[in-house]
């Protein structure tokens, strides 16, 4: 089945941790390049972060950059370790797949998307 499937979302306080994971089918998504996005209450989804078919290009947004770390392995699951959360962070994070291999950071690439997982931040 194709399907992308998110988890570790949760509570936080500010300076905090949380790594998500997005579990992907390696038969189907080994080829794809594969990122991160997220969508706050009342605004738009946004990139964060993406990484290439090979895990040797990554892009991040500006807003995430320094604190956050996109990596995939063998198994074909791919992670978002978020370090130093801040109150802003709170959103709706999607795993999402696009096929073609090189990083993008365009939503339109993006083919297949995960449910999404909830990440909140305290002051």
């Known amino acids: 089945q194709v399907q992308l499937v998110e988890s570790g979302g949760g509570l936080a306080q500010a300076g905090g941790s949380l790594r998500l994971s997005c579990a992907a089918s390696?038969?189907?998504?080994?080829?794809?390049?594969m990122g991160w996005f997220r969508q706050a209450p009342g605004k738009e989804r946004e990139f964060v972060a993406t990484?290439?078919?090979?895990?040797?290009?990554t892009a991040y947004a500006d807003a995430v950059k320094g604190r956050f770390t996109i990596s995939r392995d063998n198994g074909g699951t791919v992670y978002l370790q978020m370090n130093n959360l801040k109150p802003e962070d709170t959103a709706v994070y999607y795993c999402a797949a696009a096929k073609g291999g090189s990083r993008t950071w365009s939503i339109s690439d993006y083919t297949y998307w995960g449910q999404g997982t909830q990440v909140t931040v305290s002051s």
């Open positions: 990484i290439s078919w090979d895990g040797g290009s």
């Open positions: 390696r038969r189907t998504f080994s080829s794809y390049a």
